[in-house]
């Protein structure tokens, strides 16, 4: 079984996604959770969701 994390950090809108075997588990953007628009900082709320 394959897992890989994708983690876009310090760049516009900060996201992070979970990818099992080619399939798309979870995508969520850091701006959903402390609502900041376009935050650019590191992830910390979608690394525990992912």
């Given at each position: 079984?394959?897992n890989?994390?994708?983690i876009?950090?310090y760049?516009?809108d900060s996201?992070?996604c979970?990818?099992q075997?080619g399939?798309?588990?979870?995508a969520v953007?850091?701006?959903?959770?402390?609502?900041?628009?376009?935050?650019?900082?590191f992830?910390e709320?979608p690394?525990?969701i992912?």
């Open positions: 079984m394959t890989i994390l994708g876009n950090a760049h516009g996201s992070a979970l990818v075997n399939k798309l588990i979870a953007e850091e701006e959903r959770f402390n609502r900041i628009k376009h935050w650019a900082g992830l709320s690394l525990g992912a």
